[in-house]
Structures are given as C-alpha cells and as structure tokens.
C-alpha cells in the first residue's frame, strides 16, 4: 500500500500512522537505541500497512558503515565544469545540509556525451544519493535503475527525477523589461550552450518579447565564460553598430561583455546598457555595477540536498523566484 498521493511512504508517514515521533520510528526501523514494546508494535504495524521501504543509502547511516557520501555530479564538456563557480556555490550548499548527517559530499565530473558516465556510481554502496547539474534528457534517461528514488536534478527533470532550479524564464523577462522601460530598443543576446535545455529556457522568453515589442532579433552563442563575452560583445558591434544593449545569460559573460565593449571604445550604459543573470556577488562591486537578476543558487541546492538526505518525495519540479536587481549597467 502506498500513502493517498498515490507516492512511495516516507518516514513521516509511518511516525504519523503509528502515533510516535519520527525520531522513534527511525529507531525502531533501523533496529538500534531504546523503543517501547507498544510502540515497536505500533511502528511495526505502520510499515505493514503502508508498505515502507527504508532507503538503503539511509540504512547504511544508521548502522555507521562508514564514508557514506552525496555525489554531485556534473555534465561537461571537459573537466573545466568542476571550477565553475557556480558548482562550487552547489557542493558549498550541500555540504553545509550533509554535514550535521555525518554524510560526506564528493565532487564528479560526467563527460558530455558518455551515456555510461553515471554507471561508476551505479555499484557504489558508499553513495547516499546524487544531485545531477546541467542535466540533458539524454543523462536523465541514463540513470541506472538501482539509484532511481536517490537522484534529483538542478535543472530538468523527468518521471523519476525531481527537478529543482530557478525560474530563469520569469528573471530574464525582468531583465528585458527593465532595458525596454530605458529605452532601450535594439537588445542583441549572449546565449549559454545549446546542448543545455535549462538555458534555452532565457532565450525562448527573449524571442518571445522582440516579436511582440516588434523588435530585431539578435542573439549570439555563449558557454557562461567572460572570455566568450567580451568576445560576443565585438562581434555585436560589428554585425550591428546600432545595438543599445545587450543581455547575457550569466554575469560573468556579461562582465566579459562589458569588457569587449570597452575595447572597442564604447561607454557602458552611455553607448550600450549591459545586463546579466545570477547576481554573483562581484555584479555589485564592478564599475559600473552590473544589472542582473537574481539567482539562490544556495537555497537550490540546499533544497535538492535535503529531500535526498531525508527521503522525502520532491514535487516533480520546484522553480525558486528570480528577481530584477538593477544597476548602474543599464
């Protein structure tokens, strides 16, 4: 039998059938520390009813076999990805929800285009669960059978994953909305990488408000880097001299934007606005400050973490706000 909502039984579920706190449940689940006879019974009873299947990962913490650890895992097209600061905001957020578990956090790197990069975790017994970054349809689909109900995804999901991430589509109509009221009226794009579904998300909304303003379309391909970004920014310039602002995906592209526009001698916002997405903490303290939206990368991950570390059942997808945060740059 399984709970009302038609999910898999959680520790909670049976805490709360059999009338104890969660604290005993666990106890007399994992078989340690001190219980009553009515409430083992009770415990019992529950599971019974509700047909609870303990994690196994879970289990393995409770009897202390050692290195029990939380993976997350990457998908890049080298193993640069693992410098990104971006992932180090994810293990830094993990860490601090594992950590109190007695659960350790590891860092891999799942090359882009190995369907079989997740089999290495496939047979470890020391992995408590996986949190996914920059995840494909083609990685979800990837996912060994043995760690389906331990994997959520910081991007897109699917049946078995849960997905948690931002609502980048809503914090980049913020943004172009923002340069539009301005003024500002021939806004050219710096993309992310076109083999990142999370990313496309910004672009399709960017498409949509030039047709409806009635505006060029103008976009350029980017990977997240400020080198590409200043880079993009003279291109911009020379396919369209006229251009009066530009929207990258990430403000380290667009900190490269406003890099390549000064190299080509033009006056960030005077000549062309600049904005971008994430709100890192150096958006604030560039000259000039950066127009951006912002991005809880922390309460991201802190999240993806913690329905690992307690089982719990996660909506398919969970989008957490981004909001305009203006500057200077535009």
């Not at 340690?32 to 415990?43: E, I």
């Not at 995840?135 to 996912?143: N, P, R």
């Not at 998300?201 to 009635?214: I, K, N």
């Not at 916002?269 to 000259?287: E, N, S």
Request: overall charge positive.
């Amino acid at each position: 039998m399984t709970t009302a909502a038609h999910r898999p039984a959680t520790l909670e579920d049976v805490a709360r059938v059999a009338g104890v706190s969660r604290s005993t449940a666990s106890r007399v689940i994992a078989g340690t520390g001190f219980a009553s006879p009515a409430a083992r019974k009770q415990v019992t009873a529950a599971v019974d009813q509700l047909g609870y299947v303990p994690n196994p990962a879970a289990r393995a913490l409770v009897h202390g076999r050692g290195g029990v650890r939380l993976v997350v895992a990457v998908l890049g097209t080298s193993a640069a990805v693992l410098d990104d600061p971006y992932v180090n905001q994810v293990v830094g957020a993990a860490a601090r929800v594992c950590t109190p578990a007695g659960v350790g956090v590891a860092l891999c790197w799942l090359p882009f285009g190995d369907p079989r990069s997740l089999d290495q975790l496939e047979g470890d017994r020391s992995v408590y669960g996986v949190i996914l970054v920059n995840t494909t349809e083609e990685l979800l689909a990837a996912v060994p059978r043995s760690l389906r109900g331990r994997v959520v995804s910081i991007g897109i999901g699917s049946a078995t994953v849960p997905s948690f991430d931002v609502d980048n589509a809503a914090g980049s109509e913020a943004v172009l909305r923002h340069l539009y009221a301005s003024g500002r009226r021939r806004i050219a794009m710096v993309t992310g990488p076109r083999w990142l579904p999370c990313a496309q998300r910004p672009v399709q909304t960017y498409r949509r408000l030039m047709a409806e303003a009635g505006l060029p379309e103008r976009t350029l391909p980017g990977d997240f880097r400020a080198p590409r970004g200043r880079t993009a920014a003279g291109e911009a310039l020379r396919r369209w001299p006229d251009i009066d602002a530009i929207y990258a995906i990430s403000d380290d592209t667009a900190l490269g934007v406003i890099a390549g526009l000064r190299d080509a001698g033009a006056q960030v916002p005077d000549d062309v606005a600049v904005a971008g997405f994430d709100d890192i903490p150096l958006a604030g303290m560039t000259a000039p400050a950066l127009t951006t939206a912002s991005h809880p990368v922390g309460r991201i991950a802190g999240a993806a973490a913690t329905a690992l570390l307690e089982g719990r059942p996660a909506a398919p997808v969970t989008l957490f706000p981004s909001a305009l945060v203006a500057r200077a740059s535009a």
